[in-house]
């Protein structure tokens, strides 16, 4: 499929050379230069000055249940608060495995 992609935009990259011919290349080129330079200019200081800046109260942050295992034989250097639901549905899956895991559960 690769092989394929890549010699079938060859084929068309060779199609649009001949089609548009030298002329036809530079002013696609002028074209891609003007609009690389429009791009690059600097956003101006007043237009970024007239979007509000919200209050730091309205940012609502996403509840992350975490759960730590250190792996066997292993303890955990800090001391995390455990959601009890959470450790009891990891525990169901298995016994501990001989790595440091970490668990992170985000409710959407």
């Known amino acids: ?6 010699k079938n935009e060859k084929k068309r990259v060779e199609e649009q050379v001949k089609r548009l011919g030298a002329e036809g290349l530079e002013k696609a080129k002028k074209k891609l230069d003007d609009a690389k ?14 979007f509000p800046i919200p209050s730091v109260e309205s940012i609502s942050w996403i509840p992350v249940q ?6 066997t034989g292993r303890s955990l250097t800090v001391p995390q608060a455990v959601n009890a639901e959470l ?4 525990d169901a899956d298995g016994q501990d495995l001989p790595f440091f895991l970490q668990y992170d559960n985000v409710q959407v």
């Open 1 to 6: 499929m690769a092989e394929s992609l890549e």
């Open 37 to 50: 330079a429009e791009h690059d200019k600097p956003i101006p200081n007043d237009i970024l000055a007239k």
């Open 66 to 71: 975490s759960l730590q295992q250190p792996g």
């Open 87 to 90: 450790k009891q549905h990891i």
